[in-house]
């Protein structure tokens, strides 16, 4: 059925506003996956109290969130000894079996057996090992650990950790045959959603589908919106942008790139409206309602106007 989105688009916004709906990784060169929404079934989580009720609605800062469909790992048994892997809200079907989780295999699943045998091969610790296909599943390594949601204030060595797990991911995968012409192959989703805590350290990314070759940049951009800016309606920007410079110094990124981190913070802010308005535009294909969708561009544009804004806040605490 065909919808007409041209009045679901919320345009209205103020610059200071961060609410709190995650971004998406997005790559481009990967064919569009069925997807399905996930509802959220909390765990119980060690790292900090629910960031869902410390990121909505404190300071007028914050709209209403219409998705909670992202968020600290859960669990719940399914018949044949699987049991469904809550948290993400892209993937319909992760189950864990055992030390495995299984995930449906997609357009993405060459290429990710290909990223995980590299990191095997060069001894990268900070992501699952690929272990084949069954029955139409990829089966990858459980990463016993907690993988929470993004909405929170993260402590400085969370911050840190993330920083220097990006760029050990980075390095792995340079002059290798996969990142083909780019310096790296970029994550795409290097969120805090996408991450197993250990002890409540950033240890191992996850969910690498939206993996392809690219610029440091591109991850670290996102990386450092997503772990120390988005929703963080509640934190001073300064604050936030001493966060930005501690991520961006663990990964240790210097000049002249350096320069270019809060344009390539925007240019992610900029790709996610546009990853969730093309798929507004192709509902049969979309995640989520056209409500949920149009909400999420919403949210991007905000923290893209909210991170212009503050721009010379955060470079300030990057020189
Ligand atoms: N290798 C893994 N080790 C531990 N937990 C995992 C692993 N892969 C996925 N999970 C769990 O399953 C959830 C959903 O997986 P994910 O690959 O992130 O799906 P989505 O594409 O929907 O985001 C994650 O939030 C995490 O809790
Ligand atoms: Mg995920």
Redesign the pocket.
Known sequence: MAHNFGTAMVTSFRPTDQSGIEPRGHSSHKGTVP?IS?TLVPAPITLMSDPRVTAIPRADCCKPILDLG??????ADVPGGAIH????????G?V?VGD??R?PTSASSAFVAALLAIFEQREFHG??RYLGQADGMDS??????E?PANFRHWEDNQVAAAGALLRAMHDATRDSELAGRSPVVCHH?ASP??C?FVDGVPT?W????TAAPGSPLEDLGYALWTWCIASKCTVPVERQAEQVKILADAYGIQRPERGAVVDAILERQARNARFWTELMASPENAPATPDVLASRVEWSRRELAFTAQHRSVFETALA
Do not use: E, K, Y
């Not at 996850?206 to 589908?209: L, M, S, T």
């Open positions: 997807r996930i992202r968020g600290a790992s859960a669990m892997l809550f948290g993400g809200r892209m993937t319909g992760v864990r495995s989780v995930r992501a699952p990858l390594s459980f990463i016993p650990g993988v989703d959603s996408n197993v191992a996850i969910d690498f589908d």
